[in-house]
């Protein structure tokens, strides 16, 4: 969305940069475990074992790739955020209940910045709620593309 990342994130992005450093590449996929798979509000047993095994095997070989060495973020101008009002096309936000609280808030913002959006809340999974609930991810993904199917030309 282009806005800023809160001090929240910052810091764990700094705990992940400095894991990493140091060659820890297990203690940086751990952290982001336990940031965004498990949230805030709940323990790693708390989450279904597949899940983080799956994500752990993502992150791990994500930190695993080198990056090239002039890779750069290019920022953009305007940043998105200050022209998501320009969006015509439906938009469906999706987010955790047990995400970050930054995330949920700044989904329902979008929410209502966005002409037609729509916002929801799935119960019961964090960041990864595609992966936790993938029935309901489905099914919530399937409802709103057919509320917004394209005559047929």
Do not use: C
Not at 30 to 58: A, C, I, K, T
Not at 93 to 108: A, F, I, N, R, W
Request: net charge negative; aromatic share 6%.
């Amino acid at each position: 969305s282009g806005a800023p990342p809160s001090d929240r994130i910052v810091a764990f992005w700094e705990q992940e940069e400095a894991a990493e450093d140091a060659g820890d590449l297990e203690g940086a996929t751990e952290l982001n475990l336990r940031f965004w798979v498990d949230g805030l509000q709940r323990q790693p047993e708390e989450v279904e074992p597949q899940v983080r095994r799956l994500v752990h095997d993502m992150q791990l070989a994500i930190f695993q790739q080198e990056a090239p060495d002039d890779a750069e973020a290019a920022a953009l101008q305007p940043p998105a955020s200050e022209r998501l009002a320009e969006l015509a096309m439906p938009v469906l936000l999706m987010v955790g209940e047990l995400d970050l609280p930054e995330k949920v808030g700044l989904s329902q913002q979008l929410s209502e910045v966005i002409a037609r959006a729509e916002y929801r809340l799935l119960p019961g999974v964090a960041h990864m709620l595609n992966m936790e609930k993938p029935q309901q991810f489905n099914q919530t993904v399937l409802e709103f593309l057919a509320r917004h199917r394209a005559p047929a030309s």
